[in-house]
């Protein structure tokens, strides 16, 4: 159990520039930083899976993460949820933003923490990037659309997708682009289905990459995956666990004539990977 912590407050389905200035906050009192993340909480999905927020957050320098099922709280009055922290935590300071909401009806402040808590309270007002709100739903809003540098933009590192490879028909293997196929979690955001290029983390390694998010319509296969050519690696990647990071968008999805079709297509993509064009 960690006593005499900065508890960083907030819903934190991920770290965008905003988050990682209240997380900079939190480290600057030299105590163990703890981050919340609420899961299952967004009718609309999360940027990150836990497995994926764990990975930021304590990548980012948080020192344990504090995760709370939105339905174990939910009904929560902001003192119950407030006397949760301080007897899980005992903190020596609450950092947030001032838009922190928490209890029943989100009617919890950060005054109500400054009132009740006898805690410490530190809360900042929201960051503006290019005059707009940093928040999940702005980073959401771009990933919808196809806008995947400037969701990166906003959270301060690429968007991507951690996850196992499967197997699958081997249909990009008899064209000699082998894909590591990983399944898009039900839980996480979906973001604009289409051709990517990618950036692949393996074993230390970092290969670039072509990634197709959504169905195979050439082969008439409506199953939605990411499907990932790594330029350049040569192995077996099934059952292995890839961090697929999307750098931008190519191109939309769409039917070829036949596989040849698509291979002339796919070499072309991967040409302009490799050129940055």
Known sequence: MRKGTAMLLGGFDGLHLGHRYLLARAKSHALPVGLMTIVDGK???????????????LRSGADFVFELPFAEIKDLTPTEFIDLLCNEFSPKVFVCGEDFRFGTKASGTPETLKTYGHVRVESYPLIQYDGIKVSA?????????????????LLGEEFFLLGEVVRDRQVGRKMG????NIVYPKEKYPIRKGV??????????????ITNYG????????????????????????????????????????????????????EEDIRRVRNGD
Do not use: M, W
């Open 43 to 57: 009718s609309d999905g999360n940027l990150f899976t836990f497995s994926e927020r764990e990975r930021i957050f």
């Open 196 to 209: 990517y290029e990618t950036r692949v983390l393996l074993d230390g390694n970092v290969y670039k990459g």
């Open 215 to 266: 169905a195979r319509p050439t082969f008439d296969d409506r199953t939605v995956l990411t499907e990932t050519y790594l330029d350049g690696f040569q192995g077996d990647l099934y059952g292995k666990t890839l961090c697929v990071q999307f750098v931008r968008y190519l191109r939309d999805i769409q039917k070829f004539d036949d596989a040849n079709a698509l291979k002339a297509q796919l």
């Open 177 to 180: 682009f082998p894909t590591a």
């Open 137 to 153: 739903t702005a980073v959401k809003h771009h990933l919808s659309i196809g806008e995947i540098e400037r969701a990166n933009e």
